[in-house]
């Protein structure tokens, strides 16, 4: 070997992972204002306990929406599902994400009969401009009240600290501009609100493989409706680039494997994010599944997309609710069995059987919560304010039985003379004794001539 050559490293030491960063300058700040609320969001590590708590929960969802859909003779599922896939433009696509984007495409218009739409993203126009619009015709085409629609988008993406944004970008080398000096990126916050918007009445799911996608599940509203988040990684992560690793593939495989176990039946979001987690690829880079709408635990269903029936064409249905009844059942366990779900969706369909004087359309499943634990500091308090009223209606009743029968109060006992002792008696002279004791006590006085002679035998005078 010749001394002199130049020694041969890896060109790729990491493989095919593409590691993004975005080092800025940044000021501590102290105010309160720059914190934002993370509730609502799922937790790094979840003990073993909370999820076979969220998969029991997942479960019970199941059979719940379809022993409703059974028993209130209502279509199982959506009604309609749409796919809108974005991606950017070959001549920008970084990442050649082309032939992933092909399979996932595949994979929702063959085996679960979805509509679907590829747009790609260029410099021609501003690329904000072209993803709001993008949203805002799939939203204006595709929404509905029992309607699912689903947003796919793959490629580069930087969070944005300063300004709490998440920014997808074609190219990562922001120095390269093609077109008219037009960056070839656009602000998803910004995009976003087509479909969160308080009219949108369909429910929806955004599956993002991109890096830092969960940053953007800082913050999230209310709403009747159901909107997850599926990022490819968590916090101020990144993730793989297209290829055996990636997210994307994990997807695919995941999607499949649960089409074989689930047949017929649907599952749920939950599942599906459950099914990525045990991927062999993604075990370094687990995907998040996030509320975007925080009111309830209700996951988003996926299964095929059967032929529209006769119950499909129900005039009611293409009108969304006027309104929303929420009810509280306190139950004796903590869940339900399949047993007890059937039981209970079969009586609440007979109580709302005459629809046209209730017009109950459907009874969804919203979640179902354990109640609070009462600590002990608690407990006590309830202890002692339990006593004070008690002690209040006692007084209450007594008074009252006073009132009724009145009783002459018995007069207070005269105080008695203190008895003295009886050494105090001899000490002071006997002054309180009778007049036979007194005799007695007293002493006889000696003759003044001590010297004289006192016969035992001569009384005393």
């Known amino acids: 070997m010749d001394a002199t050559a130049p020694k041969t490293t890896e060109p790729y030491p990491l493989g095919n992972r593409v590691i993004h960063a975005n080092i800025q300058s940044i000021e501590p700040d102290d105010s309160?204002?720059?914190?934002?609320?993370?509730?609502?969001?799922?937790?790094?590590?979840?003990?073993?306990?909370?999820?076979?708590?969220?998969?029991?929960?997942?479960?019970?969802?199941?059979?719940?929406?379809?022993?409703?859909?059974r028993n209130m003779n209502l279509p199982d599922g959506y009604l309609n599902v749409a796919v809108l896939i974005i991606k950017w433009s070959e001549e920008l696509d970084e990442l050649k994400t082309g032939a992933e984007v092909a399979e996932l495409d595949a994979l929702f218009r063959e085996q679960l009969n979805y509509t679907t739409k590829i747009v790609e993203l260029n410099v021609s126009k501003k690329p904000q401009h072209q993803l709001n619009r993008h949203l805002s015709t799939f939203v204006e085409e595709h929404d509905g009240p029992h309607n699912l629609m689903i947003v796919y988008y793959t490629g580069h993406g930087i969070y944005r600290e300063k300004e709490k944004y998440l920014q997808l970008t074609a190219t990562t080398s922001f120095t390269k501009k093609k077109g008219l000096n037009i960056a070839a990126q656009a602000n998803w916050n910004t995009a976003e609100e087509a479909l969160r918007a308080p009219d949108v009445d369909g429910d929806v799911l955004t599956i993002l493989d991109t890096c830092f996608s969960s940053n953007i599940a800082k913050s999230g509203m209310e709403d009747t409706r159901t909107y997850e988040l599926l990022s490819a990684c968590g916090l101020d992560s990144t993730t793989a680039s297209p290829g055996e690793n990636s997210f994307t593939r994990a997807l695919i495989d995941s999607f499949?494997?649960?089409?074989?176990?689930?047949?017929?039946?649907?599952?749920?979001?939950?599942?599906?994010?459950?099914?990525?987690?045990?991927?062999?690829?993604?075990?370094?880079?687990?995907?998040q599944l996030w509320y975007r709408l925080k009111h309830h635990e209700r996951h988003i269903r996926l299964s095929p997309l059967k032929s529209c029936s006769g119950l499909c064409q129900q005039p009611y249905l293409a009108q969304p609710p006027g309104s929303y009844l929420t009810l509280r059942f306190a139950l004796r366990d903590e869940s339900l069995n399949q047993e007890q779900i059937e039981c209970l969706t079969k009586h609440l369909s007979k109580a709302f059987n005459n629809k046209a004087l209730v017009a109950v359309r459907r009874i969804d499943w919203m979640g179902i919560r354990r109640p609070a634990r009462t600590g002990n500091f608690r407990r006590a308090a309830l202890a002692l304010h339990a006593c004070a009223q008690w002690k209040k209606f006692a007084k209450r009743k007594r008074n009252e039985r006073m009132q009724q029968h009145p009783t002459p109060e018995p007069e207070p006992p005269s105080p008695t003379p203190s008895r003295k002792r009886a050494w105090d008696t001899i000490y002071d002279g006997s002054k309180g004794c009778p007049q036979s004791k007194r005799k007695q006590l007293e002493i006889p006085k000696l003759q003044q001539n001590p010297n004289q002679d006192i016969s035992p035998l001569t009384p005393p005078t």
């Open 32 to 69: 309160s204002d720059s914190r934002e609320s993370t509730a609502g969001m799922p937790p790094n590590n979840v003990s073993a306990k909370e999820k076979a708590i969220q998969k029991k929960s997942s479960e019970m969802q199941l059979w719940w929406d379809e022993a409703i859909a």
């Open 256 to 287: 499949k494997d649960l089409l074989v176990e689930f047949r017929d039946r649907s599952f749920t979001t939950f599942h599906l994010n459950q099914k990525i987690l045990l991927h062999p690829a993604r075990r370094d880079t687990p995907s």
